[in-house]
């Protein structure tokens, strides 16, 4: 609600939160069709916009006089802008002191049309457990790079396409891991038919070749912009040239389009290299490895072909590897199982750490 006493004028700034506007999706829209190694729906469905404060919530009181509900918080924030003076001049709400406080989040639902997508299977030693960080970086650089696309592809504007994450569970297969799903909404209620034509299995196949150069002028241009430099030797992990605008800021620190185009592979092929081979990855690892361990007064060596470092007064090897990667020892790749017995052998305690996590983190 608005607190007409205040008296206050915009002054052209105010604190943009949309980690609190995400994207959320309810029901799939349909049945999920096969291809490559990608699954994809379309059609209408419900987008939930949940803003929770945070995941706090907001407690709003009921003012004294008629049925009007504010939260204390937000009027104490808006007077706190204003100058000594104006502040002393204003009266605050006098709240009923028999009307309990209510707790509640607020929502925008709106019905959409949805594109809906996700990999079917992932190689042996590859999470894509939107639990963990690097995954769920994964995710949204994939849902982002692939809106990027489709705004190129159909030439809208960003703005009319949203992007969501939706974890999933394989009931089929007891105890598998949680993996994910994007979605991409019409941000037009009742839908602009985006959504639903890229939604289709040819067209969204075609979109995720658009991606990696596969299609013609247009599409080779797109992706040689982002494997080439100066872009590839100037963006570590995302920037406003690929993957960031201002309406996703609250992901910008999860957002890398090497993950994204890793995932484009993956969707098409799942017998895809996802290793730090690609050169996209060894390029940054050459130019990220030897400063990261000598930041952290490590010697650089190398671990069954991985980048190591090494600290001889702790005796212990710090190994990077793929941010897709699963430490888990239980699902090692072979080279990072390798890597491990090497270190165990020579009589190491060892460490696992992404490159994801390296780049972001270089002295945690």
Same mark, same amino acid.
């Given at each position: 609600?608005?607190?007409?006493?205040?008296?206050?004028? @915009? =002054?052209?700034?105010?604190?943009?939160?949309?980690?609190?506007?995400?994207?959320?999706?309810?029901?799939?829209?349909?049945?999920?069709?096969?291809?490559? =190694?990608?699954?994809?729906?379309?059609?209408?469905?419900?987008?939930?916009?949940?803003?929770?404060?945070?995941?706090?919530?907001?407690?709003?009181?009921? #003012?004294?006089?008629?049925?009007?509900? #504010?939260?204390?918080?937000?009027?104490?924030?808006?007077?706190?802008? *204003?100058?000594?003076?104006?502040?002393?001049?204003?009266?605050?709400?006098?709240?009923? /002191?028999?009307?309990?406080?209510?707790?509640?989040?607020?929502?925008? #639902?709106?019905?959409?049309?949805?594109?809906?997508?996700?990999?079917?299977?992932?190689? $042996?030693?590859?999470?894509? =457990?939107? !639990?963990?960080?690097?995954?769920?970086?994964?995710?949204?650089?994939?849902?982002?790079? $692939?809106?990027? /696309?489709?705004?190129?592809?159909?030439?809208?504007?960003?703005?009319?396409?949203?992007?969501?994450?939706?974890?999933?569970?394989?009931?089929?297969?007891?105890?598998?891991?949680?993996?994910?799903?994007?979605?991409?909404?019409?941000?037009?209620?009742?839908?602009?038919?985006?959504?639903?034509?890229?939604? +289709?299995?040819? +067209?969204?196949?075609?979109?995720? &070749?658009?991606?990696?150069?596969?299609?013609?002028?247009?599409? !080779?241009?797109?992706?040689?912009?982002? #494997? =080439?430099?100066?872009? +590839?030797? +100037?963006?570590?992990?995302?920037?406003?040239?690929? *993957?960031?605008?201002?309406?996703?800021?609250? @992901?910008?620190?999860? *957002?890398?389009? &090497?993950?994204?185009?890793?995932?484009?592979?993956?969707?098409?092929?799942?017998?895809? !290299?996802?290793?730090?081979?690609?050169?996209?990855?060894?390029?940054?690892?050459?130019?990220?490895?030897?400063? @990261?361990?000598?930041?952290?007064?490590?010697?650089?060596?190398?671990? !069954?072909?991985?980048?190591?470092?090494?600290?001889?007064?702790?005796?212990?090897?710090?190994? *990077?590897?793929?941010?897709?990667?699963?430490?888990?020892?239980?699902?090692?790749?072979?080279?990072?199982?390798?890597?491990?017995?090497?270190?165990?052998?020579?009589?190491?305690?060892?460490?696992?750490?992404?490159?994801?996590?390296?780049?972001?983190?270089?002295?945690?």
């Amino acid at each position: 609600m608005t607190w007409w006493a205040a008296e206050a004028e @915009y =002054n052209g700034s105010f604190e943009f939160t949309p980690r609190a506007l995400r994207a959320r999706m309810g029901h799939a829209p349909g049945t999920a069709t096969q291809r490559l =190694n990608f699954e994809v729906d379309q059609g209408p469905a419900r987008i939930h916009r949940v803003n929770d404060n945070g995941g706090d919530d907001f407690l709003f009181q009921k #003012i004294s006089v008629g049925d009007i509900w #504010i939260v204390d918080q937000a009027f104490q924030r808006a007077l706190a802008d *204003l100058p000594a003076d104006r502040q002393r001049a204003i009266r605050g709400p006098q709240y009923d /002191a028999s009307a309990a406080p209510l707790t509640r989040a607020l929502a925008s #639902i709106a019905s959409t049309d949805v594109l809906v997508a996700g990999i079917k299977r992932a190689p $042996v030693g590859v999470t894509l =457990n939107p !639990a963990m960080p690097e995954a769920r970086a994964a995710w949204y650089s994939f849902g982002f790079l $692939v809106r990027r /696309a489709a705004a190129v592809v159909l030439d809208v504007a960003e703005s009319e396409l949203d992007v969501g994450i939706q974890p999933i569970m394989d009931m089929r297969t007891p105890f598998a891991p949680p993996s994910a799903r994007i979605f991409i909404s019409d941000s037009l209620e009742n839908g602009a038919g985006y959504s639903t034509y890229l939604g +289709e299995p040819a +067209e969204f196949e075609r979109l995720l &070749r658009f991606m990696l150069g596969q299609t013609g002028t247009n599409s !080779a241009l797109f992706h040689d912009f982002l #494997i =080439n430099n100066p872009h +590839e030797h +100037e963006c570590s992990s995302s920037c406003h040239r690929c *993957l960031r605008d201002y309406g996703n800021m609250a @992901y910008h620190p999860l *957002l890398d389009w &090497r993950l994204a185009l890793d995932m484009v592979r993956l969707a098409l092929d799942p017998a895809a !290299a996802i290793d730090l081979t690609q050169p996209y990855w060894s390029t940054l690892v050459q130019r990220t490895a030897p400063a @990261y361990f000598q930041g952290l007064n490590y010697s650089a060596t190398t671990l !069954a072909g991985l980048p190591a470092g090494f600290d001889a007064g702790a005796g212990e090897v710090l190994i *990077l590897i793929h941010p897709l990667w699963d430490p888990d020892q239980t699902n090692f790749r072979p080279e990072v199982a390798s890597a491990v017995a090497r270190a165990e052998a020579r009589g190491w305690r060892w460490k696992l750490r992404t490159v994801f996590h390296a780049v972001r983190f270089p002295y945690e």
